[in-house]
């Protein structure tokens, strides 16, 4: 895909990786903060420092927040030059991205990212990329890229508006560079004017949009429900479930991603949240509904996958329960906490998820129809490789207008289909069809 072409496809499942480049200017150190934004949301990044970003702010800072290597120039030290090699020659799949340290680094960059960012970027950087001149590793890295480039300029007043350098844009913008304008304001070369770097929030969203995240969710509060419950019978022993969280998770960074404020509450799982989730931590049922419904007042949309054991013991052992033949475990129900939630709803969306084995369909039209959900997203259990332990996924989304089956695939796309769904109730609700 060339620069100048639109970028169709959704975004990919594994984590995505954005470039970086740092450049010499007073702004260079903000770039440490968005690092941090954009790991947040689960991309990982990759820092390029030009020789003089270096003399405002160290690579060791950008190393220790990615945890990846810093690129500070285009050979390694001590390694030796490199004859000019045709990168039409190159296999990359024999290059592997996460271990480079030849003189093709930037080929191998290059091919490995879905995005690259410049900011601060320079008048310097700007018309290096302008006149397709490659004279360290940032600007040699622009051409040999293919992936979508965004630049947040920033710079004096003078140097903005300056005719070369609008000149420079200009041939950016034709040739599909996404621009973040700068804002105005006081500068650090004391002046007031235009070439201050944008703030965080435009940088990102433009980084997202690059990466085909539709910020169709921004102002919204998702309150996610993810993985299993366990209900005690005694010191030793619970009642739980198959559900590993992998879906609710992947709906909490698909959410995230697309502009949500994400409120997670998770029951036991071994995943790590995505990084701007605000985490809730249950064990039982009981905690689940209670942090459920704790929260339930700051969200607008309610997506609740996590699989709550239907049952508990009724009483609990204090002490371990010894082998000692047959036993009888006496079981009442659980909360409901999904038909709770929708008693207790005002205005928010709520989405259920269930779990079938048979009449999959009739069943989960039941729940949509009692426990007055906006939708229902059905799986049949039964079926092995998809649903519980897996990473992928085919289910079944059904709302009061219509019904979209989503055949087999990663819980990623799972998710991004649900969220589509989503936004389609959301519109109807703001736009009412007319008998």
Avoid at 28 to 43: F, H, N, S, T, W
Avoid at 321 to 350: H, N, V, Y
Avoid at 355 to 361: C, D, H, I, W
Wanted: glycine share 6%.
């Amino acid at each position: 895909m060339r620069q100048n072409e639109p970028r169709l496809q959704a975004l990919r499942p594994e984590i995505m990786k954005v470039a970086l480049g740092v450049t010499g200017g007073i702004a260079a150190y903000k770039a440490a903060e968005i690092v941090r934004l954009l790991q947040d949301r689960g991309i990982r990044v990759q820092v390029i420092m030009t020789r003089a970003a270096q003399q405002f702010i160290r690579p060791l800072t950008f190393a220790a927040l990615s945890g990846e290597k810093v690129i500070t120039g285009m050979f390694s030290p001590g390694e030796a030059r490199a004859p000019n090699i045709d990168s039409a020659n190159i296999d990359s799949a024999n290059i592997d991205s996460g271990n480079i340290d030849s003189a093709i680094e930037h080929m191998a960059v290059a091919q490995s990212i879905d995005a690259l960012l410049v900011a601060p970027a320079t008048a310097d950087v700007l018309a290096h990329f302008a006149q397709g001149i490659a004279g360290d590793f940032l600007t040699t890295l622009y051409l040999a890229t293919t992936a979508p480039v965004v630049v947040a300029p920033a710079m004096n007043v003078n140097m903005w508006n300056h005719p070369a350098t609008q000149a420079n844009l200009e041939v950016l913008r034709q040739r599909g560079v996404k621009i973040v304008e700068p804002g105005s304001g006081y500068l650090a070369c004391g002046m007031t004017g235009s070439g201050r770097l944008a703030e965080n929030e435009a940088i990102m969203a433009a980084v997202l949009e690059a990466l085909g995240a539709s910020q169709d969710f921004s102002g919204e509060t998702v309150l996610i429900t993810a993985g299993p419950t366990r209900e005690k019978i005694d010191p030793a022993r619970y009642l739980s479930n198959r559900s590993s969280g992998r879906m609710g998770y992947a709906v909490a960074e698909a959410a995230l991603r697309r502009g949500a404020r994400v409120l997670l509450v998770s029951g036991p799982t071994a995943l790590t949240p995505p990084g701007a989730a605000e985490i809730t931590r249950v064990e039982s049922a009981e905690q689940m509904r209670d942090a459920v419904l704790g929260l339930l007042s700051q969200a607008t949309i309610v997506i609740k996958t996590a699989a709550v054991s239907d049952y508990r013991a009724k009483s609990v052992s204090g002490q371990k329960i010894k082998r000692k033949g047959p036993i009888t475990l006496e079981l009442e129900p659980t909360a409901d906490i999904l038909k709770e939630i929708s008693f207790r709803k005002q205005s928010q969306i709520i989405v259920g998820f269930a779990a079938e084995t048979e009449n999959v369909l009739e069943n989960a039209r039941q729940k949509l129809a009692a426990k007055h959900l906006d939708a229902i997203v059905v799986n049949d259990v039964s079926r092995e490789g998809v649903g519980f332990d897996s990473d992928r996924n085919e289910v079944t989304i059904i709302t009061h207008d219509e019904v979209v089956e989503v055949p087999e695939t990663s819980k990623w796309e799972v998710a991004q289909r649900v969220l589509d769904q989503v936004v389609r109730i959301r519109l109807r609700r703001k736009s009412p069809v007319k008998a």
